[in-house]
């Protein structure tokens, strides 16, 4: 499973984009060639990243596959597609298209799960469009899906790569959660999980909890107490980069099919959003999320044990981060049955949480990814 790209050509589309920059494709107040050069030569490492990207495309995910497939420092490995912002009978299909307009078949696309591990599926229509690619109808793919699911290539990549491979989960973590409880002894073997869900400051879907944990919040606990180092990147900080009318403008004057692509997808979004008068601009969660492996300055990561609610009629999914001890629990009921044991426990970090983001720096270096001539 190696890359069509030599890391010799990525590094040219690198120094491409550097250019672009300079040669003002964008506005000029916005970027600098010069902290581009800078922010590419201090964050490549001489060994990427190697990474399973587990999506629900989704139009921010559609841009976060743009990225990770157009940077060096990240190997991605398999994309395997869940369901969540739409079904799993459209997040697969425009996987599969969005690799291919990446032109990286060499990838395997493997279909996940269609449903939640207990709920019924709850979409989000309303943010991503009907099809999930804020409307836009790329023709079907010639590229097909492996035969495995999601969840046996998971686990194969990761049993042949002890201690190698890196998830980045940016949808609901129900083929993670999947993989932990049909192979117990595996989760050792992850390096890292890196999550775009969760909140320690309110939700989007519910005042309680941000979308990927609502809809599959017994799957986010199975992954918060799996004891693999996490990293979750949730709405503290997403919401801080939101795109606008002048990245995508900055995504469509590139000549590349994946800017072409992007500048599609966020143009058709951003129209459909602004007539329905709810924004005129939004949030680019899961490409922050990956933007963040390539450029780690990018965000500011703290220590914090982080539990997810699960029997909260009202809040399922939210996500509630100490940042020191005791750890407490909700006092047991008077109910007359043998009481539940109280528990107090001393602070131990489950997982780093992302507490503040540079959006500039952010933009920067998805914009010169993305229009980057390949
Ligand atoms: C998350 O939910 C989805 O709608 C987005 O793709 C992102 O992964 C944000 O809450
Ligand atoms: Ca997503």
Do not use: W
């Amino acid at each position: 499973m190696t890359s069509n790209l030599s890391l010799r050509n990525r590094r040219d589309f690198l120094r491409a984009s550097a250019v672009t920059l300079a040669t003002g494709a964008f506005p000029s107040s916005l970027f600098s060639a010069t902290e581009i050069f800078a922010t590419n030569s201090s964050s490549t490492p001489s060994k990427p990243l190697r990474i399973i990207l587990d999506t629900d495309p989704g139009v921010d995910d559609a841009i976060a596959i743009f990225l990770a497939l157009r940077s060096p420092e990240l190997h991605v490995e398999a994309v395997t597609p869940v369901c969540g912002n739409v079904p799993l009978s459209l997040t697969l299909p425009n996987a599969l298209r969005l690799v291919e307009i990446a032109g990286r078949t060499d990838i395997p696309v493997a279909a996940g799960a269609a449903a939640p591990l207990v709920r019924r599926l709850v979409t989000a229509k309303y943010a991503h469009g009907n099809n999930g690619l804020g409307g836009v109808d790329f023709p079907e793919a010639k590229l097909k899906p492996v035969s495995e699911t999601a969840t046996e290539l998971i686990r194969r990549i990761v049993r042949a790569n002890p201690r190698e491979i890196s998830i980045v989960a940016i949808g609901p973590l129900t083929n993670v959660a999947t993989v932990l409880k049909s192979d117990p002894t595996i989760a050792p073997l992850i390096k890292s999980i890196v999550i775009m869900g969760g909140s320690l400051s309110g939700g989007n879907i519910t005042p309680a909890a941000e979308f990927n944990f609502y809809v599959d919040p017994e799957a986010a606990r199975i992954v918060f107490d799996s004891g693999i180092p996490l990293t979750m990147v949730g709405l503290d900080v997403t919401r801080k980069v939101i795109i606008r009318e002048e990245q995508v403008r900055a995504l469509e004057a590139a000549q590349n099919p994946v800017s072409q692509a992007a500048g599609k997808i966020l143009r058709a979004n951003l129209d459909r959003l602004t007539k329905a008068g709810s924004a005129n601009g939004f949030a680019m969660h899961d490409p922050l999320t990956v933007a963040q492996l390539i450029d780690p300055s990018v965000v500011t990561l703290k220590e914090y044990f982080v539990e997810i609610e699960t029997t909260g009629e009202l809040t399922a999914g939210q996500s509630l981060g100490y940042s020191h001890g005791p750890v407490r629990r909700s006092p047991p009921l008077e109910t007359g049955l043998p009481p539940v044991e109280y528990l107090e426990s001393d602070f131990k970090p489950n997982a780093l949480v992302a507490v503040d983001v540079d959006p500039d720096k952010f933009f920067r270096l998805l914009l010169a990814r993305l229009t980057a001539s390949a």
